[in-house]
């Protein structure tokens, strides 16, 4: 007999249990099934992003800043610290501790809002009378049915098909939180978010990083300006990177791994290093689902089909977040998850990909929202743009920090806000006020005129807006 809900959630990453979480606030009988461990075997909710994501990766960022910090920049403010070392068992420690305490924040949230947890994998097992049956198999067994199911099953690292990871040398997202030593040397395939965020917290621990990208523009989702000032800036600071390679053979053996690959110049090259992270895009986490059991429907690619509002193929059942199309970011899965709960229940749920913030949480951060200048070119968009570096903004000399800018594109014709482009000191926080903007379709001149707090890094917003119309008051 199986166990009766009114909405099932397979995965409890941050679709997944938003989604959940957001459904039993509005009234329904929710369950939702996710089969992480952690290193006790007990479950480990949050998915990619609390496991080996988003958080364990910015707690690592967090703790090699400090470090370089310690090492080249307490001098400047009168800080004598002496030799500075790194113990890097203490900081992954640091770093699984923040782990769990999201891990066990979500528990408590599901406890709060009475969402029934089942720790193990979620299934489709059959489909009869307007519902649906859903195995739960591994650390607990279940079956559940529900009229409303929604995928959030998340996704994984792509790996190279000849280069498998093994996660000891030739290491994924996973593998690359898990190192227990800086390397002398380290390989990264890929130039993409996880990549230099992984690259730069072992290059201020020490290693030597080679970042290998196949592309022949770095960042070619950024806009191009902020792409150039990334590319100088990583360069200065020690990350090698080359643009526009082709891999060959990998070798994996016990010393570390040789990578064979030909130059932007068609040379070829050999690469050793003692660990390689492989950071070449995610695939959706659809094997095991069982979806031919009920006839959902997939793409070549293994994702969900969906439409505008996270509807599949079959009534009652919705997909978000990674597993489906768009972005695969999880404040966009959150979204995602919040609207689905609401279209549940009669209400209107809204998300729009069109401003959903991109943030990179190297040092400098790098955040956009909206299209780039390329995309307004490339579409015959009539626009003007406003740029304003750190250089000239008070409080970012006061933090020691003056590296990049924020830039404004707005429409010729109107002055709507297009696009918000940044790199510099906290850009992941800075963004938020150009999602907004964008969102009440805002133009240039509304931020102009806004009064912004001084001394402020978001100044700097304010008098790029200004800079649209040339008119800066600070450079």
Known sequence: MSQS??????????????????????????????????????????????????????????????????????????????????????????????????????????????????HGRGSFASAADGAYVVKVTGAQTADLSAKQVVVATGSSARQLPAAPFDEMNILSNDGALRVGAAPTKLGVIGSGVIGLEMGSVWRRLGAEVTVLEAMPTFLAAADESVAKEALKIFTKQGLKIELGVKIGEITNGKKGVSVAYTNAKGEAAQLEVDKLIVSIGRVPNTQGLNAEAVGLKLDDRGAVV????????????????????????????????????????????????????????????????????????????????????????????????????????????????????????????????????????ASAEDIARICHAHPSLSESTKEAALAVDKRTLNF
Not at 24 to 30: D, S, T, W
Not at 323 to 333: Q, Y
Not at 362 to 379: C, F, H, M, N, Y
Request: net charge negative; proline share 4%.
């Open 306 to 441: 969906v439409d505008d509002e996270c509807r599949t193929n079959l009534p009652g059942v919705w997909a978000v977040g990674d597993v489906v199309r768009g972005p695969m970011l999880a404040h966009k899965a959150e979204e995602e998850g919040v609207a689905v709960a609401e279209r549940i229940a009669g209400q209107h749920g809204h998300v729009d990909l069109g401003i959903v913030p991109w943030v990179i949480y190297t040092s400098p951060e790098i955040a956009w929202v909206g299209r780039t200048e390329q995309q307004l070119k490339a579409d015959g968009v009539a626009y003007k743009a406003g740029q304003f570096p750190f250089l000239a903004n008070g409080r970012a000399r006061a933090l020691g920090d003056t590296t990049g800018f924020v830039k404004v594109l707005a429409d010729a014709p109107t002055d709507e806000i297009l696009g918000v482009h940044i790199i510099g000191p906290m850009a992941s926080e800075l963004i938020a006020e150009a999602a907004m903007a964008m969102a009440f379709k």
């Open 5 to 118: 809900f009114d909405v099932i959630v397979i995965g409890c990453g941050p679709g997944g249990y938003i989604a959940a979480i957001r459904a039993a606030q509005l009234g329904f009988k929710v369950a939702c099934i996710d089969e992480w461990k952690n290193a006790a075997g007990g479950p480990a909710p949050g998915g990619t992003c609390t496991n080996v994501g988003c958080i364990p990766s910015k707690a690592l960022l967090q703790s090699s800043e400090h470090f370089e910090h310690a090492r080249h920049h307490f001098a400047d403010h009168g800080i004598s610290t002496g030799e500075v070392t790194m113990d890097v068992t203490k900081m992954l420690a640091r770093k699984d501790a923040v782990v769990k305490q999201n891990n066990d924040g979500i528990l408590y949230l599901f406890k709060k809002n009475k969402v029934t947890f089942f």
